[in-house]
């Protein structure tokens, strides 16, 4: 009896065996026959597209040579006109107001950006020719540090160093703050951009306070005095500027020494050729200006 169930049992996996190997041969026929119908269709609409294509040339093709037999029958005076050939008129496309605003707008983008770019930079020059004060030195704070752009009292220790230049009986220094950074579109919306085109453009200021953020724009290694030359022994130099971490920049100025991080220097630009100032208007500004640069050197290397 135990040998029967035995032949029955193993009789009963031979038939699941059968049934699983019928099903998985099933769905590969059918995954099979799928598959070439689907290569099938393929083949039928590429010959599909093809002929189209064909049939599309072909009527081109003959519309164009009707056209040249009617156009040789009109040039002969055999017929006075043509059904085949006709004149286009071009039609007039109206536009509403609004969209021939901006249809100018969208051709003529790029002068129009440029054309506001030169008259922001007009007009930021000439209001800050009428308006601004006329101080004996000027120094551009070019770092993306408040604390340093804010400063009054950074003024007032650089007027301890100045001279009445302008002859008017006081002593004025003014710092000009243009917090230039990473970010373009700030620089953008803020009109950064063309102050710093503005006053680099310009012989008024060569004294500069720098950072990292500035330097891919200023590029100091061209535009600054190699300040290394001239204080060879002085270990806040390095290259072109006077780096002020580590001195008493913050104390002379009123703010915490926080601020002063590893990248900010003083410097000085090179006289050259500029958009408004030739090279020697520059000069003179140069010579004016080091022998106060010379003096916060070494006053912050006491």
Not at 246 to 257: K, L, W
Not at 271 to 285: A, G, W
Request: proline share 3%; with cysteine; aromatic share 10%.
């Amino acid at each position: 009896m135990k040998k029967d169930n035995e032949n029955i049992s193993g009789h009963d996996d031979e038939e699941k065996l059968d049934i699983s190997k019928s099903v998985f041969q099933s769905a590969r026929e059918f995954q099979e026959q799928r598959k070439a119908e689907l290569e099938r269709q393929q083949i039928e609409m590429r010959k599909q597209i093809e002929m189209n294509k064909r049939q599309q040339q072909e009527d081109y093709d003959r519309k164009i040579r009707e056209e040249r037999i009617e156009l040789i029958r009109l040039k002969q005076g055999v017929i006075e006109e043509s059904e085949t050939i006709r004149e286009e008129q071009p039609q007039e496309i109206k536009l509403s107001v609004w969209k021939k605003i901006t249809n100018f707008f969208y051709h003529n983008k790029w002068w129009l950006f440029l054309a506001i770019l030169f008259v922001s930079i007009a007009v930021y020059l000439a209001y800050t020719l009428v308006m601004r004060p006329n101080p004996d030195m000027i120094v551009l704070v070019l770092c993306d540090n408040e604390a340093i752009g804010n400063s009054a009292q950074f003024e007032t220790y650089l007027e301890s160093f100045a001279e009445d230049f302008n002859e008017n009986g006081e002593i004025s220094v003014s710092t000009y703050y243009i917090p230039y950074s990473d970010n373009s579109y700030s620089n953008y919306q803020t009109g950064n951009e063309t102050k710093l085109t503005t006053e680099m453009q310009s012989a008024d200021a060569v004294i500069v306070v720098g950072g990292s953020n500035i330097n891919p724009v200023l590029d100091p290694e061209n535009t600054l005095v190699d300040l290394s030359e001239i204080y060879p022994d002085n270990i806040q130099v390095r290259s072109y500027g006077f780096f002020l971490k580590n001195t008493d920049f913050a104390e002379r100025i009123g703010i915490d020494p926080e601020y002063i991080t590893n990248d900010l220097y003083i410097g000085i630009r090179k006289p050259r050729n500029l958009l408004y100032s030739d090279m020697e208007d520059m000069q003179k500004t140069y010579d004016r200006d080091f022998p106060i640069l010379d003096k916060i050197i070494k006053d912050l290397s006491e």
